[in-house]
């Protein structure tokens, strides 16, 4: 597989649960980031890893969002206690070159809290 | 902090012909990127075009080319020759060296394309 995967495609939850989105990025991207997209809006940024570089965490919405990236590749949000509010598609893309903004999306993982 | 906006929120154009999605962002930066990504409804974000801040000359990209009017910051994305695929949501996208490389989107905008 030449792109950026996730897993799963769609999960449905109950309010309350915990949730892990998957996403394997392109082999050899150092950056990796996570975006939330609610419904008809725009994106927003969650999280951003590069390299062996401490994560840049600012834009998680609450305690409730964490998210890994185990050995430089896979990385994995958890949504802990989720809330109705966290219903949106969630879009993984990774980037060989984070300075020129060209990032390769995944197709997200889209999350419905009942 | 910066700022993007898409004033329209769905557009129309009919096969064959051409269309502006409009974009303005708000910065106190002079270098920085400005993107325009696609979403077609499988949901995959695509980066359909990139311009640089420093660069005078508007990018293109087949079909695909800006209007970049820095003083005004503005950056339009003309669709020439329209064609049933170009159907999907389209983001404008803001990025500067010192925004720890997030990139900031606009809303979107919807473009259906009519055969």
């Known amino acids: 597989g030449a792109g950026v995967s996730q897993s799963p495609s769609n999960k449905v939850t109950e309010k309350g649960k915990d949730v892990e989105l998957r996403c394997d990025p392109i082999?050899?991207?150092?950056?990796l980031y996570w975006y939330r997209q609610s419904l008809g809006q725009g994106l927003e940024f969650l999280i951003y890893?590069?390299?062996?570089?401490?994560?840049?965490k600012s834009g998680l919405p609450s305690d409730r969002f964490s998210a890994e990236r185990t050995g430089g590749s896979v990385s994995t949000l958890t949504i802990q206690r989720t809330q109705q509010e966290d219903s949106a598609v969630y879009l993984c893309?990774?980037?060989?070159?984070?300075?020129?903004?060209?990032?390769?999306f995944g197709p997200g993982t889209r999350l419905t809290v009942l | 902090a910066q700022t993007v906006t898409q004033s329209q929120p769905e557009m129309s154009v009919q096969e064959a012909e051409t269309v502006t999605l409009s974009c303005t962002y708000d910065?106190?930066?002079?270098?920085?990127?400005l993107f325009w990504y696609k979403q077609p409804p499988s949901r995959q974000m695509i980066l359909v075009i990139r311009?640089?801040?420093?660069?005078?000359q508007n990018a293109t990209e087949n079909r695909f080319s800006v209007n970049f009017q820095k003083a005004a910051k503005s950056f339009s994305l003309k669709i020439s020759d329209s064609q049933l695929g170009d159907a999907a949501m389209y983001f404008c996208?803001?990025?500067?060296?010192?925004?720890?490389?997030?990139?900031?989107f606009g809303g979107g905008t919807r473009l259906m394309v009519k055969p």
């Open positions: 082999s050899g991207h150092t950056a």
């Open positions: 893309a990774s980037s060989l070159d984070p300075a020129g903004g060209r990032r390769f």
């Open positions: 890893f590069q390299g062996n570089s401490a994560p840049d």
């Open positions: 311009q640089e801040a420093y660069k005078q």
């Open positions: 910065t106190s930066e002079s270098d920085y990127y």
């Open positions: 996208a803001y990025r500067d060296n010192n925004a720890g490389n997030m990139l900031t």
